[in-house]
Every structure is written in C-alpha cells, then in structure tokens.
C-alpha cells in the first residue's frame, strides 16, 4: 500500500506538497481535519517505526518539542510505512547564542534517555568496534583501512554513558527554531549512542573543552563517513580522521 493509507487517518486528508525529507523517506505536507501536518512514507520495519514513535511519545511527556506522531482512525501510530506527524513552526539556528539553546536541548534529549533500547537493528559507534553492519553501516564495503581510522575513533569513546542520540542536530534544516523554542525534527538517524556524537556543533556551542571537542569530532566524522559510504561527501567526512 502506498500513499492511499492516508485514507486511515480520514476521508477528508490530502496530500498538499513534498517536503525534503530523510535519507530513505517521501515527505509530504498534508491536511488532516483543517490542520497542517507532516505525512512521512518510507520502508523502515514496523519495529524500526515503533520505536520511534515511542520516543517522540516519551519526550513530548517529558516537555521537550518534537514532531508527535498522529494516530490514525483505529489508533495506530504508523500504517503501512505511513507516519503522519504534527508539524513544527519556525526556522533554522542563525546565531551563537541559537546554537547554545539546541546544545542545551541535546543535553536534555540526553538526560531522558539514558538506559533506552536500542533501535531495531542498528548498532552504535563502539559496538562497530565489533560489529560489520548495522543499519546503514557495511563496514565490509570500506577500504579496510579507512575501517582502521574510523574504529580507532571510536575506540576513544569505550566506557562513556549511552543515550539516544538524534544523529543529525548539525544540519540546521532538523531544527525549528521560534522565540523560546526548540524542536528538533527528522529522527531518521536516531538511536542509541555516545552522547558526544550530538555535541560537534557549530562554533562548539556545546562548549565542550578541547580534548573532548576532539574526541567527539573524530568520532562524529567516522561516523558520518561510514554511514554515507560511498558519496563525496563521505570521503571529505573521513579525510578529516586521522590515521590511528
């Protein structure tokens, strides 16, 4: 089934126009019952999609902004690949001090978060220390020694607290901004990890001091260029980890 499961969610909801979306995702603005809303339709397992539905239920209790999923007509949360979602008002981080506001909202993604489960089938950055694949990470289709750099910047990262991270907070299109507000949107990337991976931010709004901003840049660029493999863009992200 395609887009017609939106019909779940109503006979009077339309599909209005794309919106870009993540990696593996059609995204669309819709109108379901006079209000704009986000239609999301994409292949991730049932699995995949609960569990982030779960977490955006979670962190909207605990007073944090994000894109609540709607539930259909019979309750569901997703139909189909189908997850239709509020939509959130406002615009991208301009300023050091905006920046500071969504390190500050990392950090509480972070807090309420620590001890959740992993996403279906994903693995973090030192479980690949480990691990091949996960998601989609296929370490067997790097350069074994690009696998080399990016292991040995993750390796630094054994032994820290885990928490969900979101994955992509740097990329200023996942994130609306209005006066006093933060919400963080598109959780395509998100999963369990060291919370220094959220952290790289610009202008190091996080304030993370030297030696950590390192660490936490290495490991990020590892990732970055493990997960794209193989695009330019991937190949910029790993020039940036040293040889081990």
Request: glycine share 8%; hydrophobic share 40%; proline share 5%.
């Amino acid at each position: 089934m395609g887009w017609e499961a939106l019909r779940q969610w109503g006979e009077d909801v339309v599909r209005i126009e794309p919106l870009k979306g993540g990696f593996a995702n059609d995204v669309w603005s819709v109108r379901i019952h006079g209000q704009i809303a986000v239609g999301r339709k994409g292949a991730r397992t049932d699995a995949d999609l609960a569990w982030e539905a779960k977490l955006l239920q979670h962190l909207n209790y605990n007073g944090m902004i994000v894109p609540v999923p709607i539930p259909a007509i019979d309750g569901r949360l997703f139909v189909d690949g189908l997850v239709v979602m509020e939509y959130m008002e406002g615009g991208p981080p301009e300023t050091v001090s905006d920046w500071r506001e969504v390190a500050e909202t990392l950090r509480k993604l972070h807090q309420l978060t620590q001890g959740w489960p992993q996403r279906p089938g994903w693995r973090s950055s030192t479980d690949l220390l480990h691990e091949d694949i996960g998601t989609r990470i296929d370490l067997t289709a790097m350069p074994s020694e690009a696998v080399s750099r990016c292991r040995a910047a993750w390796a630094r990262l054994v032994g820290r607290q885990t928490c969900v991270v979101h994955g992509n907070p740097n990329n200023a299109s996942n994130i609306r901004m209005t006066a006093g507000r933060v919400a963080l949107i598109d959780w395509d990337e998100a999963h369990v990890d060291v919370p220094e991976l959220d952290l790289v931010l610009p202008d190091n709004a996080a304030g993370l001091e030297n030696h950590a901003y390192d660490i936490a840049a290495q490991a990020s660029a590892a990732w970055e260029a493990a997960v794209c493999w193989k695009d330019e863009y991937s190949v910029r992200r790993l020039a940036e980890v040293r040889s081990p």
